[in-house]
């Protein structure tokens, strides 16, 4: 599922940086959003990142 480098460390999935981020969610919510991205093979940072580049938000226009 999720590669690792010689260090042990989470190898990067491309060049873009990612940085630390905080969300607060509901336990519920955490729940729910760990369960969509594993049945993806995904992690819910990857899992939220598909969301964002599907397009799939609202837009401002």
């Given at each position: 599922m999720l590669k690792r480098d010689i260090q042990g460390k989470f190898a990067l999935k491309n060049d873009d940086y990612r940085q630390v981020?905080?969300?607060?969610?509901t336990d519920d919510?955490?729940?729910a959003l760990g369960?969509?991205?594993e049945?993806?093979?995904l992690t819910r940072?990857?899992?939220l990142e598909e969301i964002v580049k599907s397009n799939n938000l609202p837009?401002?226009?």
């Open positions: 981020r905080s969300l607060r969610l919510t955490w729940k369960i969509a991205a049945c993806l093979g940072a990857d899992y837009s401002n226009t």
